[in-house]
């Protein structure tokens, strides 16, 4: 294994020694009743409830992956969240920065796809927080990263409370990318298990699978956690490892992400 390799495998045994070390913590304080950011990231499934109306939420973060020995950087990794009305938000997803490692690989570094859509809240539904996100990726990012074609999608994130501190929480999605060409129609499924280990602090485990309708299924085991600098900022890492073949060997990530109160009044 390289070096780029054995440091992808250091960092992503540091984040599940944390993350677990996190789950196993003593009972949480009691809750902060003001309101506090609630981000999409860094969990594959988005998070269930929309950013408070006329607020701003921008999420960011860092991603190092590892598809069967080729390493890419990505980032920003940015979504902007804007509270249309009290159920709703408008979001964007900025294009992100793809560099290729130097392993001798080849592939083009460039700027991905621009993306927009809502997310309606449904919820609260017999306990459960239920929402719907339609968006469509637009073919802005550069000539060999670029699908090319606009890529719509649909995911339904949900989540539900359970007792001492645990949420479990999930998505169902199916996605259209461009690939080549044509369509590769593709459903998602995951499940996650989240520990409120303080009022700053919560750790979560999941598992993810992308199913193409070309080409083997994409499944992980998914680790991380997040810490709130404040009410209103807050930090994640988060690491994984592929459980299939299509899947990618491993990655790692970081971020940042802030909310901002009464923009639109």
């Not at 109306?53 to 990794?77: F, K, R, S």
């Not at 609260?124 to 719509?152: E, K, N, W």
Request: with cysteine; aromatic share 10%; hydrophobic share 40%.
């Amino acid at each position: 294994m390289g070096r780029g390799g054995m440091d992808l495998v250091r960092l992503l045994s540091a984040g599940c020694v944390l993350s677990a070390g996190c789950l196993l913590a003593a009972d949480p304080a009691a809750a902060d009743t003001e309101v506090t950011i609630a981000t999409d990231r860094p969990a594959v499934a988005e998070s269930s409830v929309v950013v408070p109306e006329g607020a701003l939420q921008v999420e960011n973060g860092m991603l190092t992956t590892d598809t069967q020995g080729h390493h890419v950087l990505d980032l920003p990794e940015s979504y902007v969240r804007y509270g249309l009305w009290e159920k709703t938000e408008l979001r964007l997803t900025v294009p992100d920065y793809f560099h290729d490692l130097p392993t001798g690989s080849g592939t083009a570094s460039g700027f991905g796809d621009t993306a927009l859509g809502l997310k309606q809240q449904l919820g609260p539904l017999a306990g459960f927080d239920l929402s719907l996100i339609p968006f469509v990726s637009f073919p802005s990012g550069a000539r060999q990263i670029s699908s090319h074609g606009y890529d719509p999608g649909l995911q339904l994130p949900w989540s539900h409370a359970l007792p001492a501190s645990w949420t479990a929480a999930g998505q169902l999605a199916w996605y259209w990318p461009t690939a080549g060409g044509t369509r590769n129609s593709t459903g998602e499924a995951t499940f996650l298990l989240d520990r409120q280990l303080t009022a700053p602090c919560d750790a979560f485990i999941e598992y993810a699978a992308d199913f193409h309708q070309h080409g083997g299924s994409s499944q992980l085991l998914h680790v991380g956690t997040a810490y709130k600098l404040t009410a209103h900022q807050q930090v994640d890492f988060h690491a994984a490892v592929g459980l299939t073949q299509a899947a990618p060997r491993s990655f790692v990530g970081i971020g940042y992400s802030f909310l901002l109160l009464g923009v639109g009044k």
